[in-house]
């Protein structure tokens, strides 16, 4: 079952502009992590963000999380071209102690950044 | 990449055929997992483990077993593979520390 559902499923913007991608949840977590994966390859870690944390950044990414409405978005400023890749949030709803700390996927954002 | 590594990268077999996929990592971590990545679905859990000896079943277990004999090994087995196994298959593991999930290469499976 899909916990984490990305929107938009397609982005295409020009070289540098912004891109926000959304991701939705359904049941409580404990983390959202989200990850890129250029096609073909395997999928990098980018951040995580605890479900008592509101904010994140790492370099020109910037996550939110928003628990009460279940939501999180992930703004990449001033893009590149080799941004272009697939975006995925992922979301481990296990507590400390118990558990199997899996992470449940959406099926991602294709992001396009033309230069 | 956390020190993870799969084995194959590629394979084609054979319907009905056993296969083994391989992860390997080198960092003493104690949660290991199998995820399966097809288009439309994005990546499901297999089977996860956490710790030696201990594995327990994920989202898609039917056709697939797994074990974990020592801390750096995870093995993911078709026991006997059917065409809708046709995946790419990525390993991963769990920073006791930060949390966060570490994925390995990947393994693309074609069962013809």
């Known amino acids: 079952s899909q916990q984490g559902e990305e929107d938009p499923q397609a982005l295409s913007i020009q070289e540098g502009e912004n891109a926000t991608m959304n991701c939705s949840y359904k049941?409580?977590?404990?983390?959202l992590q989200w990850y890129r994966q250029n096609s073909g390859r395997g999928l990098v870690h980018l951040i995580l963000?605890?479900?008592?944390?509101r904010e994140k950044h790492s370099g020109r990414l910037r996550v939110t999380l928003d628990t009460s409405k279940k939501s999180s978005s992930l703004l990449i400023t001033a893009s590149r071209a080799a941004d272009t890749a697939s975006y995925f949030c992922?979301?481990?709803?296990?507590?400390?102690?118990?558990?199997?700390?899996?992470?449940?996927f959406g099926k991602g954002t294709k992001l396009s950044v033309i230069p | 990449d956390a020190g993870i590594t799969q084995s194959p990268r590629h394979k084609v077999t054979e319907t009905g055929t056993p296969v083994t996929l391989r992860c390997h990592q080198t960092?003493?971590?104690?949660?290991m997992y199998w995820y399966r990545q097809d288009p439309g679905h994005g990546l499901r859990l297999i089977h996860y483990?956490?710790?030696?000896?201990?594995?327990d079943k994920g989202e898609v277990s039917d056709g697939y077993s797994v074990s974990r004999s020592k801390t750096e090994d995870f093995l993911l087995t078709l026991e006997s593979a059917t065409s809708s196994q046709t995946s790419v298959y990525f390993c991963?593991?769990?920073?006791?520390?930060?949390?966060?999930?570490?994925f390995g290469p990947g393994t693309r499976l074609t069962v013809t």
């Open positions: 991963a593991i769990r920073d006791r520390k930060s949390y966060e999930q570490y």
């Open positions: 049941t409580s977590i404990n983390n």
């Open positions: 963000i605890r479900s008592n944390e």
């Open positions: 992922a979301t481990d709803a296990s507590y400390s102690g118990a558990g199997s700390y899996q992470l449940t």
């Open positions: 960092e003493n971590h104690r949660y």
């Open positions: 483990s956490y710790g030696v000896k201990d594995t």
